[in-house]
């Protein structure tokens, strides 16, 4: 197939970059081009920004009623529903995952882009009972312009977490998604141009985090900064926007504990803690990447974790039965496969996998096997940094107090989740982790309606639900006088 050109979205106009670069777009699951990509940089950056902090002022877009909001989100939900399988081939394209983890992702953008239009309606203000002659309000306004940059893991999905709430609560946007992931942000805002948002609104720069990035989180007329990614790069995020002391809203890596009890049930335990890993390849900053067993069910569970695991079908997205496709880049693969000699080296046990696919239906692409470590000690690297990938890495515990000290021995605090059978039990420990999603007997259900993030090092700010569209607003206190005459303050 011919490799397909992508251009930016800025004030309503497709455009290449001002330099003329473009960047060449590749299929993890064979190496091969599938795109062309403009190569943004800082001037392109720049003339987003402008062509937002435009619409929003001069264009009157922070007066646009909230009905009109929910009504472009509206159409551009229908808009995506109706190409919704083009878009999911496109995700598996570009990112590598199965087409029906693509499909998943898919329909979940759709709810998460009508859950924002609904809610742009909703009452958001409080009203006081003051002892003056005074009415007391407060009232939720939009930020202004709005930097968002995106991980290449979920490039529809967290397209749509950040650009929904945005939009919804009045703001403008300039958009980056990951350089090499491109190719659904590109449609998407084809979507946005065919739904009707005015010039400017919605802004797409394609190109790199040093350049593009580095630019919307240093630029003055950026009012807030909303970036998903790794937590090194957060910290440059962070301290990039000091200059303006922009709001910031940093969703960033974890280390995550799935803690297993000799109670739970045990088939669907062992299901859930290969779903937790193995998922999207272990690309997931939620995923369960530490799994701590119960010492008394360890060898029975390893031996069928081990024996499931080795069964997983692993191979290109769009292949009927694909359970685990490539891993995103060369580049990434190759640090995931450190990962593993540096597990080797530290004195842990490779039970299974821990090696590149390569030859027949392998060829070209960025294939490896599920791994599984044992015999990991709290001190190891691969205990405590994150890995990004199908690596996951099992340790025992004696009891509760163990478990969750365990549990919480991270600078990261995103996610866990504990199986038992004991309803007492399960509540006690889940409060005890320091993590800010949790699931109890399940792993990895995510709703447009219930807040995304971390505790520590793992972020700031939340995602989705009500807390989400809040990350997108300023809080303004309004007080009106019903009483208007002198108040005798002053003698003469």
Known sequence: MAAQELK????????????????EILNPANGEVIAVSAEGAEQDANRAVAAAKSAFYEGGWWGTPASERARLLFKAADLLEERKEEFAKLETLNNGKPLREAEFDVNDSIACFRYYAGLATKPHGQTYEVSDPMQAVVIREPIGVCGQIIPWNYPLLMAAWKLAPALAAGNTVVFKPAEITPLSAVKLFGIFE???????????????????GQTLAAHDDVDKIAFTGGTATGRKIMLAATGNLKKISLELGGKNPNIVFADADFEAAVEYALFAIFANSGQVCAAGSRLLLEESIYDRFIE????????????DGMAEGTEMGPLVSEAHLDKVLSYVEIGKAEGATLLCGGNRLIGGAYEGGYYMEPTI??????????????IFGPVLVVQTFKDEEEAVSMANDTIYGLAGAVFTSNGAKAQRVIRKLRAGITWINTYHPTYNEAPWGGYKQSGIGRELGTFGFEEYTEVKQINTNLQVEPIGWYGS
């Open 373 to 386: 470590f044992t015999d990991a000690s709290s001190d190891m690297r691969i205990v405590r940094e994150e």
């Open 304 to 315: 069928r974790l081990v024996q499931r695991t080795k069964a997983i079908k692993v191979g």
């Open 194 to 212: 065919q739904a009707g948002f005015p010039s400017g609104v919605v802004n797409l720069v394609l190109g790199a985090g040093p350049s593009v």
């Open 8 to 23: 930016m979205f800025i004030n309503g106009e497709w455009t290449g970059a001002l330099s003329g670069e473009t960047r």
